[in-house]
């Protein structure tokens, strides 16, 4: 191999090199901009939490979270706006790199309530797939995203040092939801319909997770909680009621999530289990979550709650 | 270490570094070389392992020269016996074991005898050994057919048990092809190493956006049999058609495309087989270096065609069958080369063929697409319950919700998109080519855009190639 080969080989890579990152960073431009310019679905809420949210109250967590808090009634029984930044699917390690970014703005929300799941310190790679969703962020935040997104990969940056990558499929998404936007009450989607005890029966969830603690997860737990503290917010843990009788006897997972919110001084309102709200199939959209009606009656519940707690104070905002 | 991992993302310009411009054209120190990076490559995985790839390279080594050595037949007869038990041997102890035991267990009590399986034993299969032993006894039974001179550089026929690129899952190569390549001086060509780059970004898109797209609807789907109907069925077959195309022919392309960065020249595996006007020609499109490696090793020892036609036939379901056992230890997979067989005894049979060819091309996707049922099933009783709903109860396609329904519009533009590019090859293979402009900017700007394509749609979860498991 002679030295000219060798430098017109080399020539010709660097030269492949600046087309493609010429390439990326022009198309990538394109799907980050259509990415941004959302303004219904998933990502138009995430977005919107982590640069414009200025409401006193946000609200963090998995489908529990999304279909359970109802801002309209935060601000009838409190007097103050919320923002519901519930995120289907999502785990532990999505709402902490979430909290992160929202935290990151100038104006600050007064109370975070993050919903817990009992399993989500149990090992899961669900957890760990879904954080693809915190992609296209990485290039604004990449300071808040790191320490996150590197429990997933140990080529973080040179994975998203393509904007082609960092928007990766999300294309269907903002177009679908440009044909057919998503109608929201901040943040909040209802559910309708009832569940009756029959229907139960043929109803499944689908167990994603092990029945082992994840350091990553207890991890992001006790960072999440650092953080609302080091940002001087209100932090307050939650549980959803179930229609049926939770048995949580010997759940490790959420053992330790309680054991954490009282290292941590984090105030811990459990509803699983309230009678208020076990065997009432009318406030249950199906059997893991309430209907607008039971939405809105657990909400009214936990705001008078928190008030009585003094967590938050009544406001006009 | 997997293709699509970014481990290998790092590997490969490091040990394609080392190669060319610290070792130069110093040709035992590059296949000392190629001999290490191959065996980091497989250890990354599990080294304990490795301890199979030497054994059977020394094995092979030792007897493919004892061979050459001998003049009495029965001698040289015997010493190939040696190889072909041993690495056939490490394929039953490690792939069969427990298939033979269990179908043992079930044939006694299907006849009425309760029998305990205890004899079945955790036993982790190796990645790849079916492909690295089929591959070395390719080299001593050619030495014993005086096809091949057994290489006295032991290096150099290490180098060629282990080789990187193709050492998990193929293409098989012939020791005629590949082992004079690791004994001659390779020389670097910067238009190889061109074409080595556009087979292997042709291939991950082959297996990131095609084949991890449709597999996560196909998993769906034959995850929960229970929960669907017959037109989902189909539509999950025919996601799994092309998944296992894109996986399996996404990986050959990426090891072909490695090889040659290398300077190596690997075979053909696959000639767009969903183009085939019958399931003989699919044969010669799809898996090549395993369809002629049974042809070559089986089937013509076997007697192949020159035989009375009833015995031709039989070879030829004979061969099938065995191939399917090769894929996997489960009667699914025997099915599924017996219904093969079966298809080619049917077209010798009836001679006549259509003069249409789209009806040829329906004909034969529609039967390779049948057998795929077994493939994919976890078992025949599976299986059949899929036949069972596509034949009586159609009822709705699933299509999901939410995000799944982003998934099944990227799956079903990625497998157009393949479609339509194996169209302008099978068709009008030298018009119109972006890539093959004397432009660079044209050529390059192509290559990039499709790096663009992959990085915007396709599936970084480093899901394992299916071949893996065989």
């Known amino acids: 191999m002679t030295r000219k080969e060798i430098k017109k080989f080399l020539i010709n890579i660097a030269l492949f090199v600046i087309i493609l990152v010429f390439i990326d960073f022009v198309l990538g431009s394109i799907t980050q901009k259509i990415f941004f310019s959302q303004k219904t679905g998933k990502y138009a809420r995430a977005t919107y939490a982590i640069r414009e949210a200025d409401e006193s109250i946000i609200i963090l967590g998995s489908s529990h979270a999304h279909r359970h808090y109802v801002p309209e009634v935060f601000k009838q029984e409190i007097g103050k706006i919320a923002f519901n930044a519930g995120a289907e699917g999502q785990q532990l390690l999505y709402h902490f790199g979430l909290l992160k970014m929202i935290l990151k703005k100038e104006s600050k929300p007064d109370l975070i309530i993050l919903n817990i799941d009992d399993y989500f310190l149990y090992d899961t790679p669900v957890a760990y797939d879904r954080l693809n969703d915190l992609h296209p962020y990485y290039g604004e935040y990449r300071d808040e995203l790191y320490p996150v997104l590197k429990l997933n990969s140990d080529f973080v940056d040179l994975k998203l040092f393509f904007k082609g990558y960092q928007t990766n499929s999300t294309l269907v998404h903002a177009l679908r939801y440009y044909a057919s936007p998503q109608t929201t009450l901040n943040g909040y989607r209802p559910l309708y319909g009832k569940v009756t005890k029959e229907s139960l029966n043929s109803m499944t969830i689908f167990k994603e997770h092990t029945e082992k603690i994840e350091g990553d997860f207890v991890w992001a737990l006790k960072e999440l909680i650092k953080t609302a503290k080091s940002n001087d917010v209100k932090l307050i843990f939650v549980t959803s009621p179930n229609v049926l009788e939770k048995d949580l006897k010997g759940n490790k997972s959420f053992e330790k999530i309680k054991q954490i919110a009282k290292e941590g001084e984090v105030l811990f309102i459990d509803y699983y289990n309230d009678k208020r709200f076990m065997n009432q199939y009318d406030l249950y959209h199906d059997i893991s979550h309430l209907n607008d009606d039971g939405a809105r009656l657990f909400t009214k519940i936990l705001s008078n709650d928190l008030l009585d707690s003094n967590a938050i104070k009544k406001g006009s905002n | ?470």
């Open chain 2, 1 to 470: 270490m997997l293709f699509n991992s970014f481990e290998f993302l790092i590997f490969l310009p490091i040990v394609f570094f080392i190669y060319w411009f610290v070792l130069g054209r110093k040709l035992h120190l590059q296949n000392i070389f190629l001999l290490i990076a191959s065996y980091v490559f497989y250890g990354w995985w599990d080294w304990r392992f490795l301890s199979l790839i030497a054994m059977s390279t020394v094995v092979d080594y030792f007897v493919g020269i004892k061979i050459a050595s001998l003049i009495n037949d029965k001698k040289r007869k015997y010493w190939l016996f040696v190889s072909v038990v041993f690495n056939l041997g490490l394929l039953a102890f490690f792939k069969y074991f427990n298939f033979f035991i269990d179908s043992w267990v079930d044939l006694l009590h299907n006849v009425g005898y309760e029998v305990k399986s205890v004899w079945t034993l955790k036993i982790v299969l190796p990645v790849g050994i079916s492909f690295y032993t089929f591959q070395t006894m390719s080299y001593t039974i050619d030495i014993y057919r005086n096809k091949l001179q057994p290489t006295k550089d032991f290096i150099a026929f290490a180098a060629f048990v282990s080789f990187f690129p193709q050492l998990v899952a193929g293409p098989i190569e012939r020791a005629t092809n590949l082992v004079p390549q690791f004994l001659s001086e390779r020389k670097f060509s910067a238009k190889n190493i061109s074409y080595g780059f556009k087979l292997i970004l042709w291939g991950f898109f082959m297996k990131l956006v095609v084949a991890d797209r449709a597999g996560v609807y196909v998993d769906t789907v034959y995850g929960n049999i229970e929960n669907h109907e017959g037109l989902t069925f189909i539509m999950a077959t025919i996601f799994f058609a092309f998944q296992i195309y894109g996986d399996f022919a996404g990986y050959s392309l990426i090891a072909i495309g490695t090889a040659k960065w290398f300077g190596f020249d690997l075979m053909t595996n696959f000639r767009r087989p969903y183009f085939s006007k019958s399931v003989s020609e699919f044969w010669n499109r799809w898996h090549i270096s395993l369809s002629t490696w049974f042809r070559d090793y089986v089937y013509i020892p076997l007697g192949g065609n020159r035989v009375s036609r009833s015995r031709w036939l039989l070879n030829l379901f004979i061969t099938f069958v065995v191939s399917g056992l090769w894929h996997g230890a489960n009667w699914t997979f025997v099915i599924w080369g017996a219904l093969n067989g079966i298809y080619l005894i049917a077209e010798v049979l009836i001679k006549r063929k259509t003069k249409f060819r789209l009806l040829a091309l329906a004909y034969t996707f529609v039967v390779i697409n049948f057998s795929w049922i077994f493939f994919r099933s976890s078992s025949v009783s599976e299986a059949f319950s899929i036949i069972k709903a596509i034949l009586t109860s159609p009822g709705r396609l699933f299509i999901g919700s939410g995000d799944d329904i982003a998934a099944s519009i990227y799956t079903v533009m990625a497998i157009f998109l393949l479609i339509l590019v194996e169209l302008k090859r099978e068709y009008w293979s030298e018009r119109w080519s972006l890539e093959k402009s004397n432009l660079k900017l044209v050529k390059f700007s192509f290559y990039a855009l499709l790096v663009f394509t992959i990085l915007y749609l396709g599936v970084f979860g480093e899901s394992q190639f299916i071949y893996f498991q065989f």
